[in-house]
């Protein structure tokens, strides 16, 4: 069945860029009617959605994050990206990507950024 | 778009049943029928346990349903159990897409 898997650095420094990857197995990234998507939860805290991307390489940010949020794809690798500019503390949190068919499903097992110098 | 209205905490005996209610407005809840619910245990990824307002994934029991009534969408969870203690969010379609707050559900 469909998987997904976050990857990157588990420590990030203020003002820095955040950068993850998503690796899809078990199905096609390029598969129609699908978007992709980045969602976080700050410690202890509720869900936030980061963006979501189609294979074709369209995207819809939250507009409270659009100014430091990229998402990409790359469907040759059958992954998408995230990537979160200027971090601060408060960016620290598990971050998820999960199949964006409204609704998410499946998810990833979600990766830990901690942003401190 | 801010953040769906969810009640911090609800509780239940076992067997009993609870509702958690999601509000939005009529930009989101209200003006689309994609409204999902997801349950999260501690340090586990949340799992997809109603979408379409009502639908059931395959596998997720039938002590769980959904319903919506304007900008207010509701999770029903019948005949209690332990193992429902966790927390439940709901999430909304809004041209883009927003959670709620989440409620902590706790079985006494």
């Known amino acids: 069945q469909l998987q997904l898997q976050e990857s990157g650095p588990g420590l990030v420094k203020p003002s820095e860029t955040l950068s993850l990857t998503c690796t899809v197995s078990g199905g096609s990234i390029s598969s129609s009617s699908y978007y992709w998507g980045w969602i976080r939860q700050p410690p202890g805290k509720g869900l936030e959605w980061i963006g979501s991307i189609y294979y074709s390489g369209s995207t819809y940010y939250n507009p409270s994050l659009k100014s430091r949020v990229t998402i990409s794809v790359d469907t040759s690798k059958n992954q998408f990206s995230l990537k979160l500019s200027s971090v601060t503390a408060a960016d620290t949190a598990v971050y998820y990507c999960?199949?964006?068919?409204?609704?998410?499903?499946?998810w990833g097992q979600g990766t830990l950024v901690t942003v401190s110098s | 778009q801010s953040a769906l209205t969810q009640p911090a905490s609800v509780s239940g005996s076992p067997g009993q049943s609870i509702t958690i209610s999601c509000t939005g407005t009529?930009?989101?809840?209200?003006?689309?029928?994609?409204v999902s619910w997801y349950q999260q245990h501690p340090g586990k990824a949340p799992k997809l346990m109603i979408y379409d307002v009502s639908k059931r994934p395959s596998g997720v029991s039938n002590r769980f349903s959904g319903s919506k009534s304007g900008n207010t969408a509701s999770l029903t969870i019948s005949g209690l159990q332990a193992e429902d203690e966790a927390d439940y969010y709901c999430?909304?379609?809004?041209?883009?897409?927003?959670f709620g707050g989440g409620t902590k559900l706790t079985v006494l």
């Open positions: 009529s930009s989101d809840v209200g003006g689309y029928n994609y």
């Open positions: 999960a199949r964006d068919n409204y609704p998410f499903d499946p």
């Open positions: 999430c909304s379609y809004a041209g883009s897409r927003v």
